[in-house]
């Protein structure tokens, strides 16, 4: 799993390995373990560095913690948007609230959900196909699925609206 982090205006590229106990960061391999310690309270172990996450929130892709009694801002991208954003496109996941919306022109390859489905931000809602390559595009809000404006098989356009989630909250 890749990953880029940007804490403070330095970009870290981290690759996880699949056992999630390695991770590459910037080229270096690292030992890797995160622990959840109490209620909003986690350990983090880096090679021979411990680190105490408190006061953890998420808003759209950005994390705020305090971090061993020091306030930080990690602003987190996953594959899918680092790829959108080699590409030239904007992450539109990220900036539409309750909708899921295209990224690029695509067609549909499958849906994996209902109307009336309960879905968690991250979970995988459409399998996008676009220049040869399938986009899994996940929920951008914990909600319930209230609308499904595509049919597998189907082409869209950029900013096409295919999910309508309803938000919790």
């Known amino acids: 799993m890749k990953f880029e982090a940007t804490v403070k205006d330095k970009t870290y590229n981290l690759e996880f390995d699949e056992e999630i106990t390695n991770v590459d960061v910037n080229g270096t391999l690292r030992s890797f373990k995160f622990q959840k310690l109490s209620d909003n309270r986690y350990l983090l172990r ?3 560095k411990t680190y105490i996450l408190d006061n953890i929130s998420k808003s759209g892709s950005s994390f705020n913690f305090t971090v061993n009694s020091q306030w ?3 602003e987190v991208k996953d594959e899918q948007a680092i790829l959108l954003d080699k590409m030239g496109f904007q992450n539109t996941l990220a900036t539409s609230e309750g909708n899921l919306t295209a990224p690029m022109p695509g067609k549909i390859l499958n849906i994996l959900v209902h109307i009336g489905d309960q879905v968690k931000q991250g979970d995988p809602l459409i399998i996008l196909e676009a220049m040869k390559m399938e986009n899994e595009l996940k929920a951008p809000v914990d909600g319930t699925i209230s ?23």
Not at 151 to 168: F, N, Q, R, W, Y
């Open 46 to 48: 880096l090679g021979k």
């Open 72 to 74: 930080a801002n990690v």
């Open 147 to 169: 609308a499904i404006q595509v049919e597998k098989g189907t082409s869209v356009d950029k900013k096409a609206i295919l999910i309508e989630i309803k938000a919790i909250g």
